[in-house]
Structure formats: C-alpha cells, structure tokens
C-alpha cells in the first residue's frame, strides 16, 4: 500500500540539536500515542550521539523533522560491536511512502562507515507490513521470539490488550542475503515450515479482541517451536485474502561468522 499524500522532497542525514531531538520525541507521541512516561527522553538522544550511537532524521526543505530511526551502541555476549536500532518512526501522514526504507538505508550506509556488520531491532510478529518491510525488503532474519519483551504497562494506544511479544530481527548489513533483497531477488527454495498470522492484526483487535489473543498464542506457539527445531525465518509472504505468512528454513550459520571476518 502506498502514501496517498503529497510527499515532500527532503533529506536524510544525523540530528544533531536539542531542536532536532526535541522533534523525535513529539514524534514519538504523535505515531505510538505515548504518554510522556513511555517517551524516550532528551538526554537519551544526547547521550547516544555521544556514546557512538546516532539518530539518522528525514528533514524538508524548511528543516522540518517528520521521520527518524534511533540506533544505540551495543556489544554482543562475545563482546563483538552491533547497534540495536531501538526506534524508527515516520510522520503518520506520510507512511507507506518509502521513507522508512531510505532510513534504514541510511543506517545501513553508517554502519558500513564504522565498520560494524550488524545492526537489530525488534518488532511485533502480528504486525504484518512491519514484517514485509523487515524480512522481505530489508532482508532482516529472526533467530530469536521474546514473550512478553516490554511486559503489559505500556502507555501506547497500539499495545492494549495484547503481550508485547517481539520478534528480534538480525540485519546483516554487508551479507548477500541482505544485498539481494535489496535488489529485489527473493530465495526460491521451498521453506521447512510456515507460520500464519492475520495481514491486518488491527482489524481483527477491532471486532473480536479474544481472536487475536488466539492469534498471538498461535504465532508464540508456532515461532517457538520452529526456531527450538534449529530454524530461522528468512521468508514472509502477504497474502491479500487475509492470512500472511512467515517462512522458516534450516539456519545457516556462516552468515554471522562471515561477516564478523569480512
């Protein structure tokens, strides 16, 4: 689905002011409907600019902010350097407009600069468009199901009712699986193993609130079972009449390692 609004020539580059940061929070508020108690605040932003994390911005011609994706610095349990983009967020207006893409792109183009081959993130595995753009045109991996990740006191209108369970996807940066979904191409092996959940999640919460607790019982289940099989999800597919699926195949661990060599 595309942007029906007229979308503005703009930018991207890093925020760097208070102003700026100021603009990211204000957009936090306006796209998950937080409380100030959920807002991730100023000084964080200061703080990871200056702790080798970085907050790349989408800015019009007049300066103003209306997308931004946050990353932190992070090291793995062996000590290996990532960053964990912890936000990505695009005037509501304007989604659907590619913008969230050529933020992520430009992640991508800061890590390739500090020489890290690895950046994640988190999302929520009944959110569809979410998994299109993470799986199939970013070519992001999930190897890893949170239950429950951020508990149940979020202030966010998008997060009642159900378990914040969170994908954790791995975004590989300089891999050939992430350059060829870049360029389009899609793997042509059949999968192990599917796991389906609804193309429109917020529909199904509207009229029956006890079906998508189904549904996210039925995506846990299915996530946990797989990836306890030695499994990943590299494949997604949308299908318009309704039900969507992740696709699962036999994990291959050369990806991780050869890019930390590379």
Same mark, same amino acid.
């Given at each position: &689905?595309?942007?029906?609004?007229?979308?503005?020539?703009?930018?991207?580059?890093?925020?760097?002011?208070?102003?700026?940061?100021?603009?990211?929070?204000? &957009?936090?508020?306006?796209?998950?409907?937080?409380?100030?108690?959920?807002?991730?605040?100023?000084?964080?932003?200061? @703080?990871?600019?200056? $702790?080798?994390?970085?907050? &790349?911005?989408?800015?019009?011609?007049? *300066?103003?902010?209306?997308?931004?994706?946050? %990353?932190?610095?992070?090291?793995?349990? *062996?000590?290996?350097?990532?960053?964990?983009?912890? &936000?990505?967020?695009?005037?509501?207006?304007?989604?659907?407009?590619?913008?969230?893409?050529?933020?992520?792109?430009?992640?991508?183009?800061?890590?390739?600069?500090?020489?890290?081959?690895?950046?994640?993130?988190?999302?929520?595995?009944?959110?569809?468009?979410?998994?299109?753009?993470? @799986?199939?045109?970013?070519?992001?991996?999930?190897?890893?199901?949170?239950?429950?990740?951020?508990? *149940?006191? $979020?202030?966010? %209108?998008?997060?009642?009712?159900?378990?914040?369970?969170?994908?954790?996807?791995?975004?590989?940066?300089?891999?050939?699986?992430?350059?060829?979904?870049?360029?389009?191409?899609?793997?042509?092996?059949?999968?192990?193993?599917?796991?389906?959940?609804?193309?429109?999640?917020?529909?199904?919460?509207?009229?029956?609130?006890?079906? %998508?607790?189904?549904?996210?019982?039925?995506?846990?289940?299915?996530?946990?079972?797989?990836?306890?099989?030695?499994?990943?999800?590299?494949?997604?597919?949308?299908?318009?009449?309704?039900?969507?699926?992740?696709?699962?195949?036999?994990?291959?661990?050369?990806?991780?390692?050869?890019?930390?060599?590379?």
């Amino acid at each position: &689905m595309k942007s029906d609004a007229v979308i503005p020539e703009y930018t991207i580059r890093q925020c760097a002011t208070l102003e700026e940061y100021e603009a990211c929070l204000q &957009m936090q508020r306006d796209v998950w409907q937080f409380s100030d108690l959920d807002v991730t605040p100023l000084r964080s932003f200061v @703080i990871t600019r200056r $702790s080798g994390g970085f907050t &790349m911005g989408a800015f019009d011609a007049s *300066n103003k902010l209306f997308g931004f994706a946050h %990353a932190l610095a992070a090291f793995d349990e *062996n000590l290996r350097p990532y960053y964990y983009s912890q &936000m990505l967020a695009v005037e509501p207006r304007l989604q659907n407009a590619g913008i969230g893409v050529k933020l992520k792109l430009a992640q991508r183009e800061h890590a390739f600069k500090t020489g890290v081959p690895l950046m994640t993130w988190t999302f929520d595995p009944l959110q569809s468009r979410n998994a299109y753009l993470n @799986i199939i045109k970013l070519g992001g991996v999930v190897r890893r199901y949170y239950v429950n990740y951020y508990g *149940n006191k $979020s202030t966010s %209108a998008l997060h009642r009712g159900l378990d914040t369970d969170r994908l954790f996807v791995e975004w590989w940066v300089r891999s050939d699986h992430v350059a060829d979904a870049l360029a389009g191409k899609r793997r042509a092996d059949k999968p192990e193993a599917v796991v389906e959940v609804p193309r429109d999640i917020e529909a199904v919460k509207k009229q029956d609130m006890d079906e %998508a607790r189904h549904w996210q019982l039925h995506a846990r289940d299915g996530f946990q079972k797989r990836l306890s099989e030695g499994l990943y999800c590299a494949g997604f597919e949308a299908d318009p009449n309704g039900v969507s699926r992740y696709l699962f195949f036999r994990d291959d661990q050369r990806e991780r390692e050869e890019s930390y060599k590379q």
